[in-house]
C-alpha cells in the first residue's frame, strides 16, 4: 500500500513540475527574461514587431530590429513583453483560442517609440499543437487524482500495521522513482519531447523554463538520491541486526543413564 502511495506522490510532483514548465502561461510570463533569452525565439519576436513598425512609420528596418532585440534581451524589456508570452504559450497549448495579437500600445512597450501606439495590430503566427493540448487536459486532472490516490493509499498502509523495515525500503524505493520521474518530467520532456512535437520556435518556452530550473532540480535529485541510499541501507543493517538477535533453537540436553 505505501508502495502504490510513493507511486501516486511520484507521479503528482513530477506532473506537477511538467505543468509548471509546459503548461502554466502565467509562469512564462512571469519568467519573461527567462523565454526571451532563448535567441532563436527573441529573434522571431524582436523581427516581427520591427518589420511592423518600421514599415509603417518609415524607418530603418534594420536599425529597428536592432533596437527591438537591445530592449528585449534586458530584463525591464523582457518584463514589457510578458503578455506576448503569456498569450503565445497559451494559444500553443490551446488555452487561448484567438489569434496572438500585439497591440499599438505594446508595440510602444516593444521599441519604446511613441509614434508606434499608431501601428495597427500585428498577428503573430502562432500554431496550436494538439498533442500539447491533449497533454495539458491529461496533466490537469492526473494531478489531483493521484495525490488523492497517495491519501487514501497512505491511509489503508497505516491501518494494516506495516512492517519497519519494509516501510523503510519502500519509502527508499518511493524516493528513487521520484527521482526519477522529477528528472524525466522536470527537464526531459519539456527539454527535447515538447519541442519536437512542433518545428514553431515558440515551442521553445518549455526547453527554457527547464533549463533556468536546472540547478535546482540537480540539487533535487541529489538529495532525493542521497535520501534513497541511506534508507535502503538502513533496512540491509536493520536486517542483519534482526538475523544477528533472533534466539537460537536450542535441543534439550538429556543425560543418557542407561548401562550395558
Not at 505543468?19 to 519568467?31: C, E, G, I, K, Y
Request: proline share 5%; net charge negative; aromatic share 6%.
Amino acid at each position: 500500500m505505501f508502495a502504490l502511495a510513493y507511486a501516486c506522490a511520484s507521479l503528482a510532483i513530477a506532473g506537477f513540475l511538467l505543468q509548471r514548465t509546459a503548461f502554466d502561461p502565467d509562469h512564462s510570463a512571469d519568467a519573461a527574461d527567462v523565454v526571451l533569452g532563448d535567441s532563436k525565439l527573441r529573434t522571431e519576436l524582436s523581427n516581427i514587431i520591427a518589420d511592423s513598425v518600421a514599415a509603417s512609420l518609415s524607418m530603418n528596418q534594420a536599425d529597428m530590429r536592432l533596437r527591438v532585440q537591445v530592449i528585449a534581451s534586458t530584463e525591464p524589456g523582457a518584463k514589457l513583453m510578458s503578455e506576448i508570452i503569456h498569450d503565445a504559450h497559451a494559444h500553443l497549448i490551446g488555452e487561448q483560442k484567438t489569434p496572438v495579437q500585439v497591440t499599438g500600445s505594446q508595440l510602444v512597450d516593444a521599441t519604446q517609440i511613441a509614434a508606434a501606439i499608431d501601428v495597427p495590430a500585428i498577428t503573430i503566427p502562432i500554431p496550436k499543437v494538439t498533442p500539447l493540448e491533449v497533454a495539458n487536459e491529461v496533466i490537469g486532472w492526473l494531478v489531483p487524482l493521484a495525490g488523492l490516490a497517495t491519501v487514501i493509499f497512505v491511509l489503508f498502509g497505516i491501518t494494516a500495521h506495516p512492517d519497519r523495515s519494509s516501510l523503510i525500503k519502500s519509502l527508499g524505493v518511493g524516493l528513487l522513482l521520484l527521482a526519477v520521474l522529477t528528472a524525466l518530467f522536470g527537464y526531459v520532456v519539456p527539454k527535447f519531447a515538447v519541442p519536437a512535437l512542433s518545428d514553431s520556435v515558440w515551442a521553445r518556452i518549455p526547453a527554457a523554463l527547464a533549463d533556468d530550473t536546472l540547478p535546482l532540480l540537480i540539487g533535487v535529485e541529489l538529495v532525493l538520491v542521497g535520501a534513497a541510499v541511506a534508507l535502503l541501507a538502513g533496512t540491509g543493517v536493520l536486517s542483519r541486526r534482526r538475523t544477528w538477535s533472533a534466539p537460537v533453537k536450542m535441543q534439550r540436553y538429556s543425560e543418557d543413564r542407561h548401562w550395558s
